[in-house]
């Protein structure tokens, strides 16, 4: 059966699978008067992004065909719950945002425009590593785009007494100079001449 004639007759759907990607959207588009949004790989690479002491981290995320239809883009983590960890459609929708990011999460105004759907999480804590995914959601049906596996790294024990014994040695030489000064001014009222 040709495409011609699938077109024509906008039927016997399990035939689809032998024709082109290109030809599927055609005759969706004269049948049914739309196009289907292309599906992004199921099987997409584990992104794997590390941090230690950092202000805040960006989760990538990118989607390179045009939206045709309003989506939702959503990042969750399928082992909270609830497992939302945050939620845009025409503007940022957090009702459903887990606890553990509230007022930690962002992602750019012009996402939906520019395709870049990556989340910025401020202020990553240890319990924030974990698995991430990104996808999209129209008519119900949702889209994995990307996977993100993020390791919030502790800092090391030797970084810790490093910056403990600077803030002690800092202490000690302020307080060694204080005094210093302080004989110094007592001496000089003393060594005065009287007028």
Known sequence: MTAKQLV??????????????LEIDEVQHKCYGKREEPKASQDSLTVKVEVQWSQSVV?????SQGLQDMVTVKWSRLDLNPNTVHQRREGDNLHNQNELFKGRTSMRPDALDSGDFSLTLREPKLSDSGNYTCSIISDEEETKLSD????????????????????????????????????????????KPNV
């Not at 989760?59 to 989607?63: D, K, N, T, V």
């Not at 993100?148 to 800092?170: D, G, S, Y």
């Open 148 to 191: 993100v596996q993020l390791h919030v790294k502790e800092i090391p024990i030797w970084a810790i007494v490093l910056l403990v014994l600077l803030v002690l040695l800092l202490l000690a030489v302020s307080g060694s100079l204080l005094f210093h000064f302080r004989q110094y001014l007592k001496l000089g009222k003393f060594l």
């Open 8 to 21: 024509a007759q906008c039927s016997n759907i399990r035939k689809w699978q032998l024709l082109s990607q």
């Open 59 to 63: 989760l990538p995320c990118q989607y």
